[in-house]
């Protein structure tokens, strides 16, 4: 992801903060796109791509698309710094706005940490989900390696529950 990551993303919209040596935490900002890929009607070829690279420095927005702090650090002002610099980093870059992207509505953290630094709720989506087979789905299946992350040892596997996001 961050080989991907690297052709569209600018040093100065990703934030790394560190305790000492132990990064603690990170933020990726990148523009965004969406103006100009509407533009094009998603097609880079023939001449999408010269389209692309000539419109990208008149993008007016942003996208805070990842933020994540380690546990120990949360609460402690670690977001709200990283946030800080990336906004401050953004509007010299040119930028007019800052899209928080889509946030949880049970991340109350985050919202909040949002409103304190100034942002406003726009838009809400509400997700639906209908499972197209007679049996569920275990979290393996759902979210491969990483479901491990998300469910207590012991737990048999159709009884599988989210404990953190």
Known sequence: MAKTLKLVAD????????SGERPIGFFVALPDFSPIIREIEGRLLPFGWYKFFRLRKSLERARAAILFVVPDFR????????????????????FKEIEGSSISSMNSTMIANA???????????IVYGKSLLKRPLSLSQIYGPAASRFVSKGQRNSERVLERI
């Open 11 to 18: 040093r100065r919209m990703v934030i790394i903060a560190r």
């Open 115 to 125: 409103r304190r630094a100034g942002g406003k709720e726009y838009k809400h989506y």
């Open 75 to 94: 609460n402690k002002g670690v977001p709200s710094a990283m946030f800080l610099r990336a906004y401050r980093n953004i509007q010299n870059m040119g």
